[in-house]
């Protein structure tokens, strides 16, 4: 299983892992759907301001995220 650091900005998470971007903006962080907040916020917020911000729990996260073969840390 692939780590994610939630410490990283998710806008690279999501370059480095395909898929991610679609299956957050699913899941809680709808304005990643947007291509400009993509771009801009994504950018600029760590994963884990991310998930504190969309209220996002992450044990509930990573279930979901186990699906794909990946696991926030």
Do not use: W
């Not at 898929?19 to 709808?30: I, M, P, Q, T, V």
């Not at 950018?43 to 990573?62: F, V």
């Amino acid at each position: 299983m692939k780590e994610l650091d939630k410490k990283r900005m998710v806008y690279d998470l999501c370059q480095e892992n395909e898929g991610l971007r679609e299956f957050l903006a699913d899941n809680g962080f709808s304005p990643l759907a947007n291509d400009l907040m993509f771009n801009t916020s994504a950018r600029l917020a760590p994963l884990e301001t991310g998930l504190t911000n969309h209220k996002i729990d992450l044990a509930e996260l990573n279930e979901k995220l186990a699906k794909l073969g990946l696991k926030v840390v």
